[in-house]
């Protein structure tokens, strides 16, 4: 056994060159990183190649292989060399159309490890701040400091970028592994550097907090997506990121500010809300204020408010979109076919329709003409948006043990805009209307499925994820 050793891309590349001009097999190998080694692992690392030898010996390999190996060197993987030297191995030995077979383990290793140092450079060429620290007896009396703490070994493929982007700045990178520092001639690397190195707190972070909350938008708010973009490990280092909490519990009130404020009208139902405190948390005087609501246009064109229906002390409440065409001329919400659904799947899960609270997001009928009928329109997120008080009056008066959301618009109305019914449906969240809460398919949307065997899955999804709430209440 042979036990060789790497740092980065360069070297491995005059290791492996020496191994194959000695015919020396992957197996025959025990690759390690270089700083493992000397850390004293016990693993011992191999002399270089004559350099003879390694001047001799020509690899000839296709560029696919090049491109993606430079980056998947600066993986964090151990078995990185490993599996580089294999591909190279079998790439000149009977395999050269190898980086074609898309379901080979090591190429599918090989482009997921330089797809993960791609996204890992970017993510460090976004996340990097840095802090002004003075230096008054410096040539250039000031120098700029920033701590990142990367997934992989890649301050030397990213440090280039602040190199063009910040030439005459004299300027530190410091990371856990290594360290790039640039003097605006040259660029340097060094050890690596925990946090607790970097300097104070620069005073123009305030100032960059303040613009960060000034253009903040929260109806363009999605949680889930700005965490995927903007992982949470990275907030300690970027000074804005201490404002997003707060402006995540805020992000709902803001926009209902904005979208009441927008063009000098109206759009909110929150000022058609009863006046007493007390009769904000009485179901029959919400339903009279329900009534003359024109928080939004939706009232126009609508028969009437359908405000919810069922018992003040109801320990589910069941919401919906909006009220179809049925419930707009009743005034009840899910009288028609898709209440019908919802009836079944409630008797199936063992509930009592008579004993929970059902209601919907939006409490007007929004539909567009089609000769004499009315065919039901989704409503817009500001339309949601403004009949929102309705909803959270219901929930404050009623105080339900569980909610069920039925369908994608009532679930983001009250799960947030990133929750999607497609993927998530079924889960159970606590949130601050209720201690479980959960969403799955709206009725109608089984009534519109053509195939009858998607029809049937969807409806036993419905009964199932009901029967589910049911079981917990009754814990």
């Not at 390690?32 to 020509?58: M, Q, V």
């Not at 696919?64 to 430079?70: D, S, V």
């Not at 708010?221 to 201490?242: C, F, S």
């Not at 036993?460 to 049911?470: E, M, P, T």
Request: hydrophobic residues 40%; negative net charge.
């Amino acid at each position: 056994m042979q036990h060789a050793t790497a740092d980065r891309w360069e070297e491995f590349r005059g290791v492996a060159r020496g191994l194959l001009s000695e015919r020396v097999h992957p197996a025959a190998v025990h690759w390690t990183d270089a700083h493992d080694a000397a850390a004293g692992d016990g693993l011992f690392a191999a002399e270089p190649p004559a350099e003879a030898n390694a001047a001799t010996t020509t690899l000839r390999v296709p560029p696919t292989f090049l491109k993606l190996a430079r980056g998947a060197a600066c993986h964090s993987d151990p078995a990185r060399w490993e599996t580089l030297y294999a591909l190279l191995w079998r790439l000149t030995h009977g395999e050269p159309h190898l980086m074609h077979d898309a379901a080979d383990p090591d190429v599918v290793r090989l482009q997921t490890w330089a797809k993960a140092v791609r996204r890992d450079v970017h993510k460090m060429k976004a996340f990097v701040r840095f802090r002004r620290v003075s230096e008054p007896n410096t040539p250039h009396g000031e120098r700029f400091v920033a701590w990142h703490r990367p997934d992989h070994h890649i301050v030397r493929a990213a440090a280039p970028f602040f190199v063009r982007r910040f030439a005459p700045m004299h300027w530190a990178i410091l990371t856990p592994r290594e360290s790039a520092v640039w003097d605006t001639r040259e660029l340097t690397y060094g050890p690596g550097v925990p946090r607790s190195e970097l300097p104070a707190e620069d005073p123009t972070e305030e100032l960059w907090d303040t613009y960060y909350r000034h253009i903040f938008n929260p109806a363009r708010l999605k949680v889930r997506a700005m965490k995927a973009e903007l992982p949470v490990r990275h907030w300690p280092t970027l000074p804005e990121a201490a404002a997003i909490p707060d402006l995540i519990r805020s992000a709902a009130d803001r926009e209902r500010r904005m979208i009441s404020t927008t063009e000098g009208f109206s759009m909110s139902a929150a000022e058609f809300l009863p006046d007493d405190p007390a009769r904000r948390t009485d179901l029959s005087a919400l339903e009279r204020a329900a009534e003359g609501c024109r928080g939004c246009d939706l009232y126009k064109d609508a028969t009437q408010t359908v405000f919810g229906s069922g018992p003040a002390d109801a320990e589910i409440v069941f919401v919906g979109e909006q009220p179809g065409d049925n419930e707009d001329r009743t005034g009840e919400p899910f009288v028609g076919p898709a209440g019908q659904v919802l009836n079944d799947a409630l008797e199936d899960a063992g509930i009592d329709r008579s004993k929970v609270y059902i209601t919907n997001a939006v409490k007007h009928f929004k539909h567009t003409l089609q000769g004499s009928r009315r065919i039901h329109a989704k409503p817009s997120a500001r339309e949601i948006t403004a009949c929102k008080p309705w909803i959270e009056a219901e929930f404050a008066a009623i105080k339900p043990r569980a909610i069920v959301c039925l369908g994608a618009t009532a679930a983001q109305a009250i799960l947030g805009r990133d929750f999607r019914i497609t993927k998530q449906r079924g889960e159970i969240r606590e949130t601050p209307f209720s201690p479980i809460t959960t969403a799955t398919w709206h009725p109608s949307a089984i009534l519109r499925v053509p195939e009858e065997d998607a029809t049937q899955r969807m409806y036993d999804d419905l009964a199932d994820d009901l029967y589910a709430v049911a079981q917990l209440m009754a814990k």
